[in-house]
């Protein structure tokens, strides 16, 4: 029973251009959501975050929209650069201080 | 460098056998999370403590262990291991206990043979 779905499991996207990344969820009792950026032979790196009261989170070139009716939330990059390459997750929680749910994962690539 | 650290990078055992993994957070840090990563998985929560007391559990299997010392550093200990308990395990730190100030060590992988 997977809670968090990220059903993408890969990207392609030209620099400059925009990328967009989904996420899923099942659970209504979520409440707090995140997306993690993952480089090779490193662990997760906090990105952006947001809360279910509001329904879209921007900072610098990162977006990320929440539609709490659809149970979807979404990351927009703009513009995209090459140094975006990476696995990005999506995570989400009943609360500030609840464990993570975490998908499994969108593999982008920005092509130069 | 998140600040997290993780020992080892690397660790090939056999079937049946028992191994330690270790984390040390961030210097200031009181919460410690431990999370695996299967193969084509996302990451799944273990265990958290929270100064030195276990604060929320996961999906931990009973053959997995885990505890905070005074020191803030933190052991999971996997026995009687399986082909299947082969991942990347990951630590994470925060001060307060919220997810979104989690920092993440470059964890370990775990090959079981």
């Known amino acids: 029973d997977q809670q968090v779905k990220q059903n993408s499991p890969s990207l392609s996207v030209q620099e400059g251009r925009i990328s967009i990344l989904n996420c899923d969820y099942t659970n209504s009792m979520f409440d707090y959501f995140l997306w993690y950026k993952k480089y090779p032979a490193e662990g997760p790196t906090f990105l952006i975050s947001i809360s279910s009261i509001k329904d879209k989170n921007e900072d610098g070139r990162f977006t990320v929209f929440l539609n709490k009716s659809a149970k979807h939330l979404s990351l927009h990059i703009v513009p995209s650069q090459p140094g975006d390459s990476a696995v990005y997750f999506c995570a989400a929680s009943e609360g500030r201080n609840t464990p993570l749910v975490f998908g499994k994962g969108t593999r982008l690539s920005v092509i130069a | 460098d998140s600040g997290v650290t993780q020992t080892p990078k690397h660790l090939i055992t056999a079937t049946g056998q028992r191994v330690t993994l270790r984390c040390s957070p961030r210097s200031g840090d009181l919460s410690v999370y431990w999370y695996q990563q299967s193969l084509d998985q996302g990451l799944q929560f273990l265990i958290q403590?929270?100064?030195?007391?276990?604060?929320a559990k996961g999906n931990i299997l009973e053959r997995f262990s885990a505890q905070q010392f005074p020191d803030l550093h933190s052991e999971l200990n996997l026995s009687s291991l399986e082909l299947g308990d082969s991942a990347l395990y990951f630590c994470?730190?925060?001060?307060?206990?919220?997810?979104?100030?989690?920092?993440f060590g470059p964890g370990t992988r775990l090959t079981v043979t």
């Open positions: 994470a730190s925060s001060q307060s206990g919220r997810v979104d100030e989690q920092y």
């Open positions: 403590y929270y100064n030195g007391e276990e604060r």
